[in-house]
């Protein structure tokens, strides 16, 4: 059964920083693709970064271009998303999603590219 769990959320200053994780089980790491999208009360859930299965690529939106890096953990489950120099238009409802298959494509920021999510974590910017 596939899983994602992830954690690491909470209340931050602005200027702060936060390390979330995404803990999968069920497959192999390896082979999917892994994205990291956030959504805001009242906006769409948006892509924040991806990491490509089959050569390591990475990718992020522009607005957490330079402060957010998505990283492979040595544990082979798991996936973080290191995210500094926090604003408050970060506070957002964090998810991580897998895709359901290998792909030879790069990752991508669309929803729709990914079969499984998880249940998300808070992440609060606030003085």
């Known amino acids: 059964q596939v899983q994602l769990v992830e954690s690491g959320g909470g209340l931050v200053q602005p200027g702060g920083s936060l390390r979330l994780s995404c803990t999968t089980s069920?497959?192999?790491?390896?082979?999917?693709?892994i994205g990291w999208f956030r959504q805001a009360p009242g906006k769409e859930r948006e892509g924040v970064s991806c990491?490509?299965?089959?050569?390591?690529?990475?990718y992020y939106a522009d607005s957490v271009k330079g402060r957010f890096t998505i990283s492979k953990g040595n544990a082979k489950n798991t996936v973080y998303l290191q995210v500094n120099r926090l604003i408050p238009e970060d506070t957002a409802v964090y998810y991580c999603?897998?895709?359901?298959?290998?792909?030879?494509?790069?990752?991508?920021?669309?929803?729709?590219?990914?079969?499984?999510w998880g249940q998300g974590t808070q992440v609060t910017v606030s003085s």
């Open positions: 069920g497959f192999n790491l390896e082979n999917r693709d």
């Open positions: 999603a897998s895709e359901g298959a290998w792909s030879p494509r790069p990752c991508g920021l669309g929803r729709d590219r990914y079969n499984y």
């Open positions: 990491i490509s299965s089959n050569n390591g690529r990475t």
